[in-house]
């Protein structure tokens, strides 16, 4: 992530009222993609967008509503709502977390009987742009959120972790389809899958391979 910006960027020249219609919303999406892939989530906000875009930020409250809503949608997931899978998991003893995590992520993407991710996942592994998106998704809106309410160290490590598990349960269920994990009731799966993800989010962490303060944040993404 490059760190916020002191100028308006190339949108503020362009800046002022569109027509309100799906050439002002595919212009909208360009400039959050943009945006969020060069600031990163948190430093970007619906008024950067606006900016980049060339609209006022009316105009793209008025096609995605808040932030949330305008991140998934530059991801393609613009039918999927974060908070959903956060407050399904967080409702609920911390011991039944990991199960509950895993458990709302798969019955939230078998709505649609896995279109959303085999149509999503392609589409940003092929595309650059996108492709630095899917990990803040993850990390941003529904990960990130869960681990800071634990309260743990090595926040980040740990939301790295269940990510990875969250993914591999996503890749093998919808886009490389391996049975019997595919065909398993969410429910199974979550039985499953969710002590390893609870381990991940709670347990202790192997002596020695938790990364020091200072390496937490000084990520050779730039993170």
């Known amino acids: 992530m490059t760190g916020v910006r002191t100028d308006d960027g190339a949108g503020s020249a ?11 919303r595919d212009l909208v999406l360009a400039g959050a993609r943009e ?4 600031r990163g989530y ?14 006022d930020p009316g105009t793209v409250r008025h096609w995605f509503g808040d932030k949330t809503r305008l ?5 393609g997931l613009a039918d999927v709502d974060p908070a959903t899978v956060v407050r399904a998991a ?28 085999r149509l999503v996942i392609p589409a940003v592994m092929t595309d650059p742009g ?13 990960l990130g959120p869960l681990v800071r309410r634990l309260d743990v160290a090595d926040a980040r490590l740990r939301t790295a972790l269940v990510a990875s598990q969250v993914a591999g349960v996503l890749m093998t269920r919808f886009l490389v ?12 799966v979550a039985a499953l899958v969710g002590p390893t993800v609870q381990r991940y989010l709670t ?17 050779p993404h730039g993170e």
């Open 90 to 117: 967080a409702e609920g003893p911390v011991d039944g977390l990991g199960e509950r995590l895993v458990r709302a992520v798969v019955e939230l993407w078998d709505a649609d009987g896995g279109t959303t991710v």
């Open 130 to 142: 996108l492709r630095g998106l899917l990990p803040q998704f993850l990390g941003a809106e529904i």
């Open 203 to 219: 347990a202790d962490l192997p002596a020695g391979i938790a990364p020091s303060p200072d390496e937490e944040h000084n990520s």
């Open 14 to 24: 362009r800046r002022g009222r569109r027509p309100a219609g799906q050439d002002t």
């Open 42 to 55: 948190e430093a970007s906000s619906v008024r950067s967008v606006a900016r980049r875009a060339g609209v």
């Open 71 to 75: 991140f998934t949608a530059a991801l």
């Open 177 to 188: 389809p391996i049975d019997p994990l595919a065909s398993l009731p969410p429910a199974r």
């Open 35 to 38: 945006e969020f892939r060069e």
